[in-house]
């Protein structure tokens, strides 16, 4: 059974920093692309960051280059999101996501706010 369990959201001033991660299991991690989406109130999920299986290519939404860094530790069966220069409008839900051809899991989300 796939599960994906998020972590590390929360509330942070405008400027700060997050570590999100995500805990895999049940399938072969180290064989998937994972997917970092987020849905903030009354939008549509936005692809926010993914990372390759084989080479760990990394891509990024634009409103989020040179703030967002998306890893992976195979051996932990752990992707992060490290978040830094925090902005209100990157206030939302983040899941973490599974592809290996198609969707293997979603998780069950975590809290990001961004205030002061």
């Known amino acids: 059974q796939v599960q994906l369990v998020e972590s590390g959201g929360g509330l942070v001033q405008p400027g700060g920093s997050l570590r999100l991660s995500c805990a895999a299991s049940g399938f072969s991690f180290s064989s998937a692309t994972m997917r970092w989406y987020r849905q903030a109130p009354g939008r549509d999920y936005e692809l926010v960051a993914s990372?390759?299986?084989?080479?760990?290519?990394?891509n990024y939404e634009d409103s989020v280059k040179g703030r967002f860094t998306i890893t992976r530790d195979n051996a932990k069966n752990t992707v992060y999101l490290q978040m830094n220069s925090l902005k209100p409008e990157d206030t939302a839900v983040y899941y973490c996501?599974?592809?290996?051809?198609?969707?293997?899991?979603w998780g069950q989300g975590t809290q990001v706010t961004v205030s002061s």
């Open positions: 996501a599974a592809f290996r051809g198609y969707r293997l899991g």
């Open positions: 990372i390759t299986n084989a080479d760990s290519r990394t």
